[in-house]
């Protein structure tokens, strides 16, 4: 039963091994969340894990299905990806993005954490005097430990206070010092779903060609922001890129969620025509391949998986010219988590809790995937122990690199109005026991809510 106690949250704590819960990683938190499960024996709400609440797209399935029956799984997959897929991934760019990115520099990964930990890796190599990453936070942890991971330098700031135009500033006064290689972010972020407005990305894009720094954009929630329709192909508008402002830049682009396939692990990188054509002095000694995309797929990518099953790359392939020739919105197959993230905040702001990050420029963030969370008088990391003790998981904005205190939550496992009510009725329990001046409970129908 919730609340445990806390000497049950602190055995449980032992019992899987977590030295800080504010910066667990996401799969320890999940850990720690079972573990409490079986002590209150009673389910969990879980809100930590970002796994697709959606069923996979059939049009992916199916094209796996037909690809493994032609008798494709005694084959090894060309490394710099089957030209189905490569041509597909231009197309969709082009027909979403309104970037033009040849077939030759799309290439699939086992997914977009293989992408991003390869790319680092190289991106680190190509100048001895560039040597560092910059990740603007608050971010998906693993990216900064997949650096930490392979000894790369970085640095980091809280985006919080450096919104719009005062974005440049900072931006400027740490690419000055030339040492960056790259700039790493989310697009709509994870956890804080803001969405960098144009005049942030164009000052990104015009920094990153002044002090040569290479712009790594993950777009794994491409389409998301439903503030702005992006589902119709090759007709504006287009989705938001740091591509349009810039010819230094590489894209990562899963098909996780937009198409709910995280299961089969499949993603692409791909790169602008000139970085990926780039000669570095360093690419031709090391991997004995001057320029930069080459050195990428045959050098770094071969080593480290030998490529991406076959069969995954012709499903995304089928699901990407689904979309470019109109047989599949994808952005309508996700618009269920704006609606669910537009029943859910009301839960916690009727109980006292606030938005962290809660605007892009003038506008409200949308309402999509994550969004973060904050409680009077209770620092990241009680907040989220006194969540967890009352049966609602999360994890700590710490481990994103934010300087905020609360929480990131994720909608996507909230999938039913029954989980619904029980989320409900656990903040409503947490407000009661942690009371704040002046916060009114409401009442909120269940029939409100769409799960």
């Given at each position: 039963m919730y609340p445990i106690t806390d000497s049950m949250f602190r055995q449980a704590v032992e019992n899987v091994g977590i030295i800080d819960i504010e910066t667990a990683t996401i799969r320890q938190i999940c850990s720690l969340a079972a573990e409490v499960e079986s002590m209150a024996d009673e389910k969990m709400v879980h809100l930590e894990i970002g796994n697709p609440g959606l069923p996979a797209e059939t049009i992916g399935v199916e094209a796996e299905i037909a690809a493994l029956s032609s008798g494709i799984a005694n084959k090894y997959p060309p490394i710099q990806g089957i030209p189905e897929l490569k041509k597909a991934g231009s197309a969709f760019l082009k027909a979403f993005l309104d970037v033009d990115i040849p077939a030759r520099c799309v290439i699939p990964t086992v997914g977009s954490m293989q992408g991003c930990f390869t790319i680092q890796l190289l991106l680190s190599q190509r100048l001895k005097e560039k040597d560092t990453i910059l990740f603007i936070n608050p971010g998906f942890p693993a990216n900064r430990n997949q650096a930490k991971?392979?000894?790369?330098?970085?640095?980091?700031?809280?985006?919080?206070?450096?919104?719009?135009?005062?974005?440049?500033?900072?931006?400027?006064?740490?690419?000055?010092?030339?040492?960056?290689?790259?700039?790493?972010?989310?697009?709509?972020?994870?956890?804080?779903?803001?969405?960098?407005?144009?005049?942030?990305?164009?000052?990104?894009?015009?920094?990153?060609?002044?002090?040569?720094?290479?712009?790594?954009?993950?777009?794994?929630?491409?389409?998301?922001?439903?503030?702005?329709?992006?589902?119709?192909?090759?007709?504006?508008?287009?989705?938001?890129?740091?591509?349009?402002?810039?010819?230094?830049?590489?894209?990562?682009?899963?098909?996780?969620?937009?198409?709910?396939?995280?299961?089969?692990?499949?993603?692409?990188?791909?790169?602008?025509?000139?970085?990926?054509?780039?000669?570095?002095?360093?690419?031709?000694?090391?991997?004995?391949?001057?320029?930069?995309?080459?050195?990428?797929?045959?050098?770094?990518?071969?080593?480290?998986?030998?490529?991406?099953?076959?069969?995954?790359?012709?499903?995304l392939a089928a699901m990407l010219n689904a979309a470019v020739e109109g047989r599949l919105d994808f952005v309508d197959h996700c618009r269920d988590y704006g609606r669910r993230a537009a029943a859910i905040k009301p839960l916690f702001e009727q109980n006292g809790f606030h938005i962290v990050y809660d605007m892009d420029g003038d506008q409200p963030i949308a309402d999509g995937f994550f969004f973060t969370i904050g409680y009077p008088g209770l620092g990241g990391e009680e907040l989220q122990q006194e969540l967890i003790r009352y049966g609602v998981s999360s994890i700590g904005l710490k481990s994103t690199g934010s300087e905020q205190p609360g929480i990131r939550a994720c909608v996507s496992m909230i999938s039913d109005e029954d989980t619904f009510r029980l989320l409900g009725q656990r903040l409503h329990s947490f407000q009661q026991d942690h009371p704040v001046a002046d916060v009114r409970v409401k009442e909120m129908p269940v029939e409100e809510a769409v799960c």
């Amino acid at each position: 039963m919730y609340p445990i106690t806390d000497s049950m949250f602190r055995q449980a704590v032992e019992n899987v091994g977590i030295i800080d819960i504010e910066t667990a990683t996401i799969r320890q938190i999940c850990s720690l969340a079972a573990e409490v499960e079986s002590m209150a024996d009673e389910k969990m709400v879980h809100l930590e894990i970002g796994n697709p609440g959606l069923p996979a797209e059939t049009i992916g399935v199916e094209a796996e299905i037909a690809a493994l029956s032609s008798g494709i799984a005694n084959k090894y997959p060309p490394i710099q990806g089957i030209p189905e897929l490569k041509k597909a991934g231009s197309a969709f760019l082009k027909a979403f993005l309104d970037v033009d990115i040849p077939a030759r520099c799309v290439i699939p990964t086992v997914g977009s954490m293989q992408g991003c930990f390869t790319i680092q890796l190289l991106l680190s190599q190509r100048l001895k005097e560039k040597d560092t990453i910059l990740f603007i936070n608050p971010g998906f942890p693993a990216n900064r430990n997949q650096a930490k991971l392979l000894g790369i330098k970085d640095e980091a700031f809280d985006i919080y206070r450096y919104r719009g135009a005062k974005l440049e500033e900072k931006l400027e006064s740490i690419l000055s010092k030339g040492n960056i290689t790259a700039l790493l972010y989310s697009n709509p972020n994870n956890p804080a779903w803001t969405n960098l407005t144009e005049e942030e990305l164009e000052i990104i894009g015009r920094l990153a060609t002044k002090y040569d720094c290479i712009v790594l954009e993950d777009l794994a929630y491409f389409g998301m922001d439903f503030r702005k329709d992006v589902s119709h192909p090759g007709v504006p508008p287009f989705g938001s890129t740091v591509a349009k402002y810039t010819d230094n830049y590489i894209l990562l682009l899963s098909g996780s969620k937009i198409f709910s396939y995280a299961g089969q692990r499949i993603a692409l990188v791909c790169m602008s025509q000139a970085v990926y054509d780039r000669k570095y002095e360093f690419c031709e000694k090391f991997y004995e391949m001057p320029r930069f995309g080459d050195s990428y797929v045959y050098g770094v990518l071969y080593c480290s998986s030998s490529g991406t099953a076959h069969s995954a790359q012709f499903g995304l392939a089928a699901m990407l010219n689904a979309a470019v020739e109109g047989r599949l919105d994808f952005v309508d197959h996700c618009r269920d988590y704006g609606r669910r993230a537009a029943a859910i905040k009301p839960l916690f702001e009727q109980n006292g809790f606030h938005i962290v990050y809660d605007m892009d420029g003038d506008q409200p963030i949308a309402d999509g995937f994550f969004f973060t969370i904050g409680y009077p008088g209770l620092g990241g990391e009680e907040l989220q122990q006194e969540l967890i003790r009352y049966g609602v998981s999360s994890i700590g904005l710490k481990s994103t690199g934010s300087e905020q205190p609360g929480i990131r939550a994720c909608v996507s496992m909230i999938s039913d109005e029954d989980t619904f009510r029980l989320l409900g009725q656990r903040l409503h329990s947490f407000q009661q026991d942690h009371p704040v001046a002046d916060v009114r409970v409401k009442e909120m129908p269940v029939e409100e809510a769409v799960c």
